[in-house]
């Protein structure tokens, strides 16, 4: 496994695997790797000739400094985590190599086409506005035939599911696929996430909860409750436990991110604060 760091390194790399004619599988991830991420790089080991992996802490997607300073970056250990699972290339640059000092200094302009007016987008304005920029600019890089996504950024999925359709249009990324991959979950419950690091053992305990509730809520689903309902009662349920607090819990619609006015195609979006500690999480119903 290599370990790249300027994007002249990344493109050498690149060009030579698209002259041999291989196939790219592209996981784009912030580091602090776990076995979500792990789940990710086996499968693009699989489908792909050659698998690459980004390795940055983009700060543009930050509107919070705070949590930019307090992000778990731990480069050594993924390495040695992405080379155990067989992954080929790692993309580690400095945020001066992938931005330049305006770019770092001014949000990124896109069309979200009111995907980012709801949920994650609405509690942290400019973060997708992030995402899209730095996930656009690794696709230009990489030019990945599959680029790899959790399913627990369910907001952030659908919207890289729409750059790439829109871009296709424009024939921007070629012939890419975005493979959504399922959450991991702990045997508990608990969503695999890198903020889980900032956890302490009691606070991982208590976050199992969230998951339960988002479990018995399907269920309640069935039994014929309003979309209205459920909201409340995931809220209700999470909130009165001590030490947890929802931020938002919204059911809406997978692709567009609407309000859901029933169950059909519906997804169930939950943030939550445990302690200090922001965790997301989902349920399609
Ligand atoms: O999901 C993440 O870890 C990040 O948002 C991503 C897609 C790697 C972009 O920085």
New binding site residues.
């Given amino acids: 496994m290599q370990i790249l760091i300027t994007k002249q390194e990344l493109l050498q790399q690149v060009e030579a695997c698209k002259r041999q004619g291989k196939t790219i599988g592209l996981v784009?991830?912030?580091g602090a790797l776990h076995q979500g991420h792990a789940s990710l790089v086996k499968r693009a080991v699989v489908e792909n000739d050659v698998c690459f992996v980004s390795v940055?802490v983009?700060p543009t997607?930050f509107n919070n400094k705070e949590d930019l300073a307090k992000y778990p970056r731990n480069i050594e250990r993924d390495a040695k985590l992405l080379e155990s699972i067989g992954a080929h290339f790692v993309f580690a640059p400095t945020p001066e190599e992938m931005y330049t000092a305006e770019e770092m200094n001014t949000t990124f302009q896109y069309d979200f086409e009111g995907l980012d007016k709801v949920m994650e987008g609405k509690m942290r304005p400019g973060h997708f506005n992030g995402?899209v920029q730095?996930?656009s600019r690794l696709f230009y890089l990489v030019q990945p035939t599959r680029a790899y996504?959790g399913e627990k950024?369910f907001q952030?999925l659908a919207i890289i599911h729409q750059m790439v359709e829109r871009s296709k249009l424009k024939d921007t990324f070629g012939d890419l696929t975005i493979v959504d991959c399922p959450i991991v979950r702990q045997a508990d419950g608990l969503a695999l996430s890198s903020r889980n690091e900032r956890l302490t053992e009691a606070e991982k305990k208590l976050a199992t909860n969230i998951y339960r509730i988002l479990k018995e809520s399907v269920e309640s689903a069935k039994k014929g409750y309003s979309v209205q309902a459920i909201e409340k009662q995931v809220t209700d349920a999470i909130n009165a436990i001590d030490g947890l607090e929802v931020e938002y819990y919204e059911i809406v619609d997978q692709s567009t991110l609407m309000p859901a006015k029933d169950f059909t195609h519906a997804i169930g979006c939950v943030t939550v604060y445990c302690g200090p500690v922001r965790l997301i999480d989902n349920i399609k119903y």
């Fill in positions: 784009p991830t912030m940055f983009n997607q995402v730095v996930v996504f950024d952030q």
